[in-house]
């Protein structure tokens, strides 16, 4: 791959991550509008089937395989649960410890996960195993966690309702 190609995929990778925080952040606040973060959690994702079919029948992807449908291992629908509990920890944790505290610990959390995925390869990842740097990598990421996260001070929170 060339230079140029992996510098895009590294730059949306950082667009990635820096939508994450506003998600949380809007999402709490609809929480609180609807009562209840679980509500929140419901409409994000109502959310994101009506912005996703229309580009989906845009891109006329074909159907997928009622083969592979009926034969996919319980595990591969996982993914699924796993954005509801993302979704709702962010709305109960970041109005708690702000953005940037939860940020960085969901941060720390998947970096270490992460670890531990490509270290044994798990879900078809190629393996990649541990060593002393990545595990220096993650140390210092945990190290920068505890700095941001305990040595803020608490602030006042604003919220505009229109």
């Known amino acids: 791959m060339s230079t140029l190609h992996w510098t895009g995929l590294l730059l949306l990778a950082v667009i990635a991550g820096a939508v994450v925080p506003f998600q949380s952040a809007i999402n709490a606040n609809l929480g ?3 009562g209840h973060p679980l509500w929140a ?3 994000s994702l109502l959310v994101s089937i009506v912005v996703l079919l229309p580009v989906m029948l845009a891109m006329r992807l074909p159907l997928p395989s009622l083969a592979f449908i009926s034969k996919a291992p319980l595990w591969m629908w996982a993914g ?3 954005g509801v509990c993302f979704i709702s920890l962010a709305l109960v944790l ?3 410890l702000g953005a940037s505290g939860f940020m960085a610990l969901a ?3 998947q970096v270490v996960a992460s670890l531990v995925l490509d270290h044994f390869g798990m879900f078809g990842l190629v ?3 541990m060593t002393v740097s990545r595990g220096f990598g993650a140390l210092l990421l945990v190290a920068g966690v505890v700095l941001i996260q305990f040595s803020a001070t608490p602030g006042k929170a604003v919220i505009a309702v229109s």
Request: glycine share 16%.
């Open 32 to 34: 609180r509008g609807l």
């Open 41 to 43: 959690t419901l409409a």
């Open 80 to 82: 699924g649960a796993f």
């Open 94 to 96: 970041l109005p708690k």
């Open 107 to 109: 941060l720390a959390g």
């Open 127 to 129: 393996e990649r195993q």
